[in-house]
């Protein structure tokens, strides 16, 4: 239910022609690819923060850790349609 809110505010606000989000259920550690041109002349942080404003109540009450790969439709395609492999965060309990 959780990913699902994000994606739908991320799909409202940026109209991404990629999203993808992953959350590995270790307390609710989020991995987010999105693409779009909503973020052109915008730096990272700029990207980063405006994710952050929107996904603001989640962080606070849900979202233990959150990994994000902001991207406009030009740089995803100079980088092939890939991002880094980031493995899996640890749970120490097991």
Known sequence: MLQKKIENKLKIIF????????NN???NHFKIII???HFIGQN???RHRS???ILNKE???NIHALSLYT?????????KYTTPII????NVNN
């Open 59 to 61: 962080l606070i009450k």
């Open 44 to 46: 990272f942080i700029t």
């Open 15 to 22: 109209n991404p022609v990629y999203l993808k989000i992953n």
């Open 87 to 90: 493995p899996n965060c640890y």
């Open 35 to 37: 693409v779009s041109d």
């Open 25 to 27: 259920h270790i307390k």
């Open 51 to 53: 994710i952050y404003s």
């Open 71 to 79: 991207y406009t439709i030009k740089e995803w395609k100079k980088l």
